[in-house]
């Protein structure tokens, strides 16, 4: 059993709590603006956020983490394999379904205050300090992942649920 794959998922979900993590909040917005031009306006300012703050970059980056990490798995496949595969990994459409979450749990004032957030030096320390926590977060994540899986695999190994690995 691999368990990257879960890896993936829980990383995954760190971008989209990237640029919120000091402003979470519960769903203020859960209707979208009440014309296209709003929307429209909304859609911009969520995507100059995500330019400001290095969103594209960042799933850029963590996204061939990941591969890596996977890669790592399957050492008998070849490297042609992956670097194909690497071409299907597009962070313009992870960005693009994630529009829609900030859309949902923010206004359009939010992400300007946000953008204004990010303009100043504590904005801009964020931006630069956060991929290095998440770096770190990450590998404290991945351990702490694999011994929590280990232990399930025990206890369903113990409860007879699946036969003891080799």
């Known amino acids: 059993m691999k368990i990257n794959f879960w890896l993936v998922a829980v990383v995954l979900s760190m971008i989209t709590t ?3 993590a000091a402003f979470a909040q519960s769903p203020t917005n859960t209707i979208a ?9 909304k859609t911009n300012n ?10 594209k970059n960042l799933s850029r980056q963590i996204l061939t983490q990941l591969l890596n990490n996977v890669k790592s ?5 070849p490297q042609k394999f992956w670097d194909k595969f690497a071409v299907e990994f597009k962070s313009d459409d992870l960005v693009n379904e994630i529009i829609p979450i900030y859309n949902k749990y923010f206004t359009n004032e939010e992400i300007k205050q946000l953008i204004t957030f990010y303009q100043t030096p504590l904005g801009q320390k964020t931006i630069t300090v956060i991929p290095q926590i998440y770096q770190e977060s990450y590998e404290i994540g991945k351990r702490y992942g694999r011994a929590a899986a280990q232990r399930a695999l025990k206890k369903l190994e113990a409860e007879g649920y699946i036969r003891p690995s080799k």
Not at 33 to 41: D, H, K
């Open 46 to 55: 969520i995507k100059k956020l995500f330019e400001l703050t290095g969103v």
């Open 33 to 41: 603006p009440s014309n296209n031009a709003q929307e429209i306006e």
């Open 73 to 77: 798995d399957y050492p008998q496949v």
């Open 18 to 20: 990237y640029n919120i």
